[in-house]
Protein backbone atom coordinates (compact mmCIF):
# COMPACT_ATOMS: atom_id res chain seq x y z
CA UNK A 1 0.00 0.00 0.00
CA UNK A 2 1.03 3.56 -0.73
CA UNK A 3 1.79 5.76 2.18
CA UNK A 4 -0.16 8.37 0.40
CA UNK A 5 -3.13 7.94 -2.19
CA UNK A 6 -4.49 10.02 -4.07
CA UNK A 7 -7.35 9.49 -7.15
CA UNK A 8 -5.47 10.88 -9.97
CA UNK A 9 -8.40 12.65 -12.18
CA UNK A 10 -8.54 14.06 -14.61
CA UNK A 11 -10.94 16.37 -12.84
CA UNK A 12 -12.98 18.50 -15.23
CA UNK A 13 -15.04 21.31 -14.03
CA UNK A 14 -16.20 24.27 -15.48
CA UNK A 15 -14.99 27.60 -13.80
CA UNK A 16 -16.85 28.75 -10.95
CA UNK A 17 -17.66 25.13 -9.83
CA UNK A 18 -16.82 23.78 -6.70
CA UNK A 19 -14.51 20.96 -6.72
CA UNK A 20 -13.02 19.09 -3.72
CA UNK A 21 -9.79 16.35 -3.14
CA UNK A 22 -9.47 13.64 -0.84
CA UNK A 23 -6.07 11.72 0.45
CA UNK A 24 -5.49 9.25 2.32
CA UNK A 25 -2.60 8.13 3.90
CA UNK A 26 -1.53 5.03 5.80
CA UNK A 27 1.55 6.43 8.84
CA UNK A 28 -0.53 6.72 11.60
CA UNK A 29 2.36 8.48 13.31
CA UNK A 30 2.58 11.39 10.72
CA UNK A 31 2.30 14.60 12.21
CA UNK A 32 2.51 17.39 9.34
CA UNK A 33 0.58 17.24 6.13
CA UNK A 34 0.35 19.72 3.26
CA UNK A 35 -1.40 20.70 -0.26
CA UNK A 36 1.33 21.31 -2.79
CA UNK A 37 0.41 22.39 -6.30
CA UNK A 38 2.37 21.73 -9.56
CA UNK A 39 1.67 23.23 -12.35
CA UNK A 40 2.59 21.56 -16.13
CA UNK A 41 6.40 21.01 -16.44
CA UNK A 42 7.35 23.27 -12.99
CA UNK A 43 8.44 22.43 -9.23
CA UNK A 44 5.72 21.84 -6.92
CA UNK A 45 4.84 24.65 -4.57
CA UNK A 46 3.15 24.62 -1.00
CA UNK A 47 -0.56 25.73 -1.61
CA UNK A 48 -1.28 25.06 2.05
CA UNK A 49 -0.26 23.14 5.12
CA UNK A 50 -3.47 21.42 6.43
CA UNK A 51 -4.01 21.32 10.79
CA UNK A 52 -6.36 19.43 12.09
CA UNK A 53 -9.01 22.41 13.18
CA UNK A 54 -9.09 22.77 9.54
CA UNK A 55 -8.04 25.87 8.11
CA UNK A 56 -8.76 28.06 4.70
CA UNK A 57 -6.92 30.54 2.57
CA UNK A 58 -9.27 32.65 0.49
CA UNK A 59 -11.23 29.96 -2.01
CA UNK A 60 -9.23 26.83 -0.66
CA UNK A 61 -9.90 24.76 2.82
CA UNK A 62 -8.08 22.40 3.85
CA UNK A 63 -9.28 19.53 6.55
CA UNK A 64 -7.59 16.87 8.49
CA UNK A 65 -9.94 13.43 10.19
CA UNK A 66 -6.69 11.94 11.84
CA UNK A 67 -9.01 8.94 13.00
CA UNK A 68 -9.50 8.24 9.48
CA UNK A 69 -6.41 9.27 7.92
CA UNK A 70 -8.00 11.30 5.50
CA UNK A 71 -6.78 14.53 4.97
CA UNK A 72 -9.08 16.84 1.85
CA UNK A 73 -9.10 19.59 -0.19
CA UNK A 74 -11.69 21.79 -1.12
CA UNK A 75 -11.28 24.87 -4.30
CA UNK A 76 -14.23 27.29 -4.51
CA UNK A 77 -15.15 29.59 -7.44
CA UNK A 78 -12.33 27.31 -9.34
CA UNK A 79 -10.40 30.00 -11.83
CA UNK A 80 -8.82 28.78 -15.29
CA UNK A 81 -5.84 29.35 -13.00
CA UNK A 82 -6.27 26.83 -10.76
CA UNK A 83 -5.73 24.17 -13.48
CA UNK A 84 -2.58 22.19 -11.93
CA UNK A 85 -1.74 19.10 -10.00
CA UNK A 86 -2.77 19.09 -6.27
CA UNK A 87 0.06 16.68 -4.18
CA UNK A 88 -0.94 15.72 -0.55
CA UNK A 89 2.04 15.34 1.38
CA UNK A 90 2.66 14.22 4.63
CA UNK A 91 5.61 13.62 6.97
CA UNK A 92 7.17 10.48 7.34
CA UNK A 93 9.67 9.77 10.30
CA UNK A 94 12.34 7.30 9.57
CA UNK A 95 13.71 5.13 12.22
CA UNK A 96 16.92 7.70 12.23
CA UNK A 97 14.40 10.45 13.35
CA UNK A 98 15.05 12.59 9.77
CA UNK A 99 11.43 13.71 8.57
CA UNK A 100 11.01 13.73 4.81
CA UNK A 101 8.08 14.87 3.23
CA UNK A 102 6.16 11.53 1.31
CA UNK A 103 4.26 12.92 -2.09
CA UNK A 104 0.88 11.18 -3.21
CA UNK A 105 0.74 11.03 -7.20
CA UNK A 106 -1.32 13.96 -7.47
CA UNK A 107 -4.84 14.66 -8.32
CA UNK A 108 -4.92 16.61 -11.74
CA UNK A 109 -7.12 19.61 -12.04
CA UNK A 110 -8.95 21.10 -15.41
CA UNK A 111 -10.57 24.06 -14.71
CA UNK A 112 -12.51 24.83 -18.43
CA UNK A 113 -14.19 28.37 -19.52
CA UNK B 1 16.11 36.15 -8.38
CA UNK B 2 17.14 34.34 -4.49
CA UNK B 3 15.28 30.98 -5.15
CA UNK B 4 16.61 27.48 -5.35
CA UNK B 5 18.27 27.14 -8.98
CA UNK B 6 18.97 24.29 -11.24
CA UNK B 7 21.40 23.05 -14.01
CA UNK B 8 20.94 22.43 -16.56
CA UNK B 9 17.14 22.32 -17.03
CA UNK B 10 17.62 19.35 -19.50
CA UNK B 11 19.94 16.86 -20.34
CA UNK B 12 19.63 14.35 -22.73
CA UNK B 13 22.54 11.37 -22.66
CA UNK B 14 23.01 8.21 -23.76
CA UNK B 15 22.64 5.10 -21.40
CA UNK B 16 26.16 4.31 -19.98
CA UNK B 17 27.12 7.87 -19.89
CA UNK B 18 27.54 9.99 -16.64
CA UNK B 19 25.96 13.13 -16.25
CA UNK B 20 26.01 15.87 -13.31
CA UNK B 21 23.13 18.75 -11.84
CA UNK B 22 23.73 21.19 -9.79
CA UNK B 23 21.84 22.75 -7.29
CA UNK B 24 22.49 26.12 -5.87
CA UNK B 25 19.81 26.73 -2.53
CA UNK B 26 18.11 29.74 -1.14
CA UNK B 27 21.33 30.98 0.35
CA UNK B 28 20.20 31.34 3.84
CA UNK B 29 19.11 27.40 3.81
CA UNK B 30 21.22 25.07 5.27
CA UNK B 31 19.41 21.68 4.24
CA UNK B 32 19.44 21.13 0.92
CA UNK B 33 17.07 17.65 -0.71
CA UNK B 34 17.11 16.01 -3.93
CA UNK B 35 14.11 13.91 -5.39
CA UNK B 36 13.57 12.27 -8.25
CA UNK B 37 9.97 12.49 -10.32
CA UNK B 38 8.73 10.54 -13.37
CA UNK B 39 5.64 11.11 -15.41
CA UNK B 40 2.44 10.84 -13.42
CA UNK B 41 4.04 10.21 -9.69
CA UNK B 42 4.80 12.73 -6.70
CA UNK B 43 8.00 13.41 -5.58
CA UNK B 44 10.44 10.75 -4.41
CA UNK B 45 12.98 11.38 -1.58
CA UNK B 46 16.62 10.56 -2.65
CA UNK B 47 18.96 11.99 -0.37
CA UNK B 48 19.25 15.27 2.26
CA UNK B 49 21.91 17.23 3.32
CA UNK B 50 22.74 19.71 6.55
CA UNK B 51 24.99 21.73 5.68
CA UNK B 52 28.12 19.87 4.10
CA UNK B 53 26.80 16.34 5.76
CA UNK B 54 24.73 13.93 3.87
CA UNK B 55 22.57 12.70 6.59
CA UNK B 56 20.14 10.59 5.03
CA UNK B 57 19.99 8.30 2.06
CA UNK B 58 16.93 6.34 0.44
CA UNK B 59 17.05 3.28 -0.84
CA UNK B 60 16.06 4.68 -4.06
CA UNK B 61 19.94 5.81 -4.23
CA UNK B 62 21.85 2.96 -5.99
CA UNK B 63 25.40 2.69 -6.14
CA UNK B 64 25.27 4.67 -9.58
CA UNK B 65 24.41 8.16 -7.63
CA UNK B 66 26.27 10.21 -5.97
CA UNK B 67 25.47 13.82 -3.88
CA UNK B 68 27.67 16.10 -2.68
CA UNK B 69 27.55 19.62 -0.84
CA UNK B 70 30.97 20.36 -0.37
CA UNK B 71 31.15 23.76 1.07
CA UNK B 72 27.67 23.18 2.30
CA UNK B 73 26.12 25.87 -0.21
CA UNK B 74 25.58 24.16 -3.96
CA UNK B 75 25.12 20.54 -4.06
CA UNK B 76 25.83 18.27 -7.16
CA UNK B 77 24.09 15.23 -8.02
CA UNK B 78 25.86 12.47 -10.16
CA UNK B 79 24.84 9.31 -12.20
CA UNK B 80 27.40 7.23 -13.19
CA UNK B 81 26.49 4.60 -16.11
CA UNK B 82 22.98 6.03 -16.68
CA UNK B 83 20.19 3.94 -17.34
CA UNK B 84 17.04 3.79 -19.16
CA UNK B 85 15.09 3.66 -15.96
CA UNK B 86 17.08 7.01 -15.05
CA UNK B 87 14.96 8.67 -16.96
CA UNK B 88 13.34 11.57 -14.54
CA UNK B 89 12.80 14.92 -13.12
CA UNK B 90 15.46 15.47 -10.66
CA UNK B 91 14.31 18.38 -8.22
CA UNK B 92 16.44 19.80 -5.36
CA UNK B 93 14.98 21.03 -2.80
CA UNK B 94 16.42 23.62 0.38
CA UNK B 95 14.58 24.28 3.49
CA UNK B 96 15.82 26.26 6.80
CA UNK B 97 16.51 23.45 9.78
CA UNK B 98 14.01 24.84 11.91
CA UNK B 99 11.64 24.58 9.21
CA UNK B 100 12.06 21.33 7.73
CA UNK B 101 8.68 20.91 6.33
CA UNK B 102 8.55 24.52 4.01
CA UNK B 103 10.89 23.62 1.60
CA UNK B 104 11.45 25.08 -1.71
CA UNK B 105 11.80 23.80 -4.97
CA UNK B 106 14.38 24.59 -7.58
CA UNK B 107 12.70 23.76 -11.39
CA UNK B 108 14.17 20.86 -12.07
CA UNK B 109 16.30 18.71 -14.46
CA UNK B 110 14.85 16.36 -17.10
CA UNK B 111 17.06 13.90 -17.77
CA UNK B 112 16.24 11.48 -20.66
CA UNK B 113 18.52 8.32 -20.94
CA UNK B 114 18.36 6.94 -24.39
Known amino acids: RKEVEQDPGPFNVPEGATVAFNCTYS??????FFWYRQDCRKEPKLLMS???SGNEDGRFTAQLNRASQYISLLIRDSKLSDSATYLCVVNGRLNTGFQKLVFGTGTRLLVSP | DTGVSQDPRHKITKRGQNVTFRCDPISEHNRLYWYRQTLGQGPEFLTYFQNEAQLEKSRLLSDRFSAERPKGSFSTLEIQRTEQGDSAMYLC????????????FGPGTRLLVL
Open chain 1, 27 to 32: NSASQS
Open chain 2, 93 to 104: ASSLASSVETQY
Open chain 1, 50 to 52: VYS
